[in-house]
C-alpha cells in the first residue's frame, strides 16, 4: 500500500535550480550535436562539457527536492521545545513560518487550545507554493488552528506583550543585516513579560564571526531578553554543524 504524504512544504530556491537544470540540459543538447557532427577535437570537447553539465544538472535535482517537500526533520524542533514552556501557552507566535514546517515540528508539544499565529512574508519566489493557505493546512493537519499573518520580521504586525511564546526558526539569518537588529527587537516587544522568546539557528553569522552560538546570544542580549537555555542539535548531513536552540526571557 502506497504511503501518503500528510504535508507539503513547497519547493526551496526553485527559480534558481530549476534555471540551472534548464542550463545543462541545453548543453547536453549542444554537446550530444557536437559529438554526432564534429572531429575528434570537437568531439573531445562535447565530452568534457557533457560531463559538466551532468554534475551541475545532477546536483541540481538533488538539491530541488533537498529537503523533500513532505520532510520535517523532527530532531530540531524537538530539540527547540525541550528547553521551552510551550505546554503552558496559551498565545504562541512563530515568525518566519513559511509553508507551515516549524508549525508542523512544534505542533505535538503545544496544547490544544494554544492560539497560533504564522507571519511571513509568504515570497513564492524562494518558496514554491509559499502562502498563508499552505501554513493554515498544513497546520490543520498537524492540529493546529493556524492564522496565519503576512508581514516582516523588522516590523511585526501584532500589539506588544501579545505572546506567551514567541519563536524563530532558521529565518534570523535571513534578515538582511541592517534590520537584524531590530526584528530581534521585535521579538522582545511582542513577547509578554513573563513570556520566552525561541531561536533555532543554523551556525551561520555575518563575515568575521566564527562564534555562531555567542552571536546569537548577543543578537538576543541585545535586544533586552535573558538567555535562560542553550541546547545544539546536530545536523544528520552536517556532522559538526549543529543547530543551536536558545530560550530567552525578557530582562
Known amino acids: ?35 554526432r557532427r564534429g572531429r575528434r577535437a570537437v568531439r573531445a570537447l562535447a565530452v568534457v562539457v557533457a560531463g559538466g553539465a551532468l554534475y551541475r544538472g545532477g546536483d541540481a535535482v538533488r538539491r530541488l527536492v533537498s529537503p523533500a517537500p513532505w520532510a520535517l526533520d523532527r530532531a530540531k524542533y524537538d530539540g527547540l521545545a525541550a528547553i521551552l514552556p510551550l505546554s503552558d501557552a496559551e ?26 499565529v504564522g507571519l511571513d512574508v509568504f515570497d513564492d519566489r524562494v518558496i514554491l507554493g509559499n502562502g498563508p493557505q499552505l501554513a493554515r493546512r498544513n497546520g490543520a493537519r498537524a492540529g493546529l488552528d ?49 513570556g520566552t522568546v525561541g531561536l533555532l539557528e543554523l551556525p551561520i553569522t555575518p563575515a568575521g564571526v566564527s562564534d555562531y552560538e555567542a552571536y546569537w546570544r548577543r543578537c538576543l542580549e ?3 531578553l535573558r538567555v535562560e537555555r542553550v541546547t545544539t542539535i546536530e545536523r544528520p548531513r552536517r ?13
Do not use: K, N, Q
Open 1 to 35: 500500500m502506497t504511503r501518503i504524504r500528510p504535508y507539503f512544504f513547497g519547493v526551496y530556491h526553485w527559480r534558481e535550480r530549476l534555471r540551472r537544470i534548464a542550463v545543462s540540459a541545453l548543453l547536453l543538447v549542444a554537446s550530444a550535436v557536437g559529438f
Open 91 to 116: 498565545r504562541a507566535l512563530d515568525v518566519g513560518c513559511g509553508s507551515g514546517r516549524s508549525l508542523v515540528g512544534l505542533a505535538p508539544h503545544l496544547p490544544d487550545d494554544c492560539g497560533v
Open 146 to 194: 493556524v492564522s496565519p499573518v503576512r508581514g516582516d520580521a523588522s516590523r511585526l504586525p501584532v500589539r506588544d506583550g501579545a505572546f506567551d511564546v514567541v519563536t524563530a526558526c532558521r529565518v534570523a539569518h535571513d534578515v538582511p543585516a541592517d534590520r537584524r537588529d531590530a526584528a530581534f527587537d521585535e521579538l522582545r516587544r511582542v513577547c509578554a513579560d513573563d
Open 222 to 224: 541585545d535586544a533586552g
Open 239 to 251: 556532522p559538526g554543524e549543529p543547530y543551536v536552540a536558545i530560550a530567552a526571557t525578557p530582562r
